[in-house]
Every structure is written in C-alpha cells, then in structure tokens.
C-alpha cells in the first residue's frame, strides 16, 4: 500500500499510527531503535516544532516495518 504525505504532521500521523498498530510502546520503539525515549515523545507530540534527522526517519520506519522514500520534484 503506498501512503503520500506532504508535511511533517501526516508523517508523524502515520508513524504513530504504524506504532500503535503494531502494540509497541514509545518506550519500546525508542530502544530498537537506540533513541530517547523523550526524543520519541516529543517527535510524536510536536510534529513540525522540532527537526528530525532524516537517518532517524528511516530507521524508525525500518523498526515499524515501512519503507520510507523521498521523491523529487523538477
């Protein structure tokens, strides 16, 4: 299934989605994923007030089991 989003806020959305989806804890992704948990909280809470690297991006999106890609416009 393939899912566009065009801002921060859907993307957050749907990693939150995904996470709750799949029964794991913000507390549990942030250790697969060797993060802080404060940092997933705030991620989750905050979407837009706070820069998110795009390493992380991928691999929370790796640990939640989707494939995250960019696509550039011309």
Do not use: H, W, Y
Not at 1 to 20: A, G, H, P, W
Not at 61 to 68: A, D, P, R, T, Y
Request: aromatic letters at 6%; a negative charge.
């Amino acid at each position: 299934m393939l899912k566009t989003f065009t801002s921060v806020e859907e993307l957050v959305e749907l990693i939150v989605d995904r996470r709750k989806e799949l029964g794991i804890s913000q507390s549990e992704l942030a250790k697969l994923c060797n993060l802080s948990v404060n940092g997933i909280s705030k991620f989750e809470s905050n979407p837009g007030d706070r820069e998110v690297k795009l390493s992380t991006l991928f691999k929370i999106s790796q640990f939640l089991g989707f494939k995250l890609s960019l696509e550039l416009e011309e």
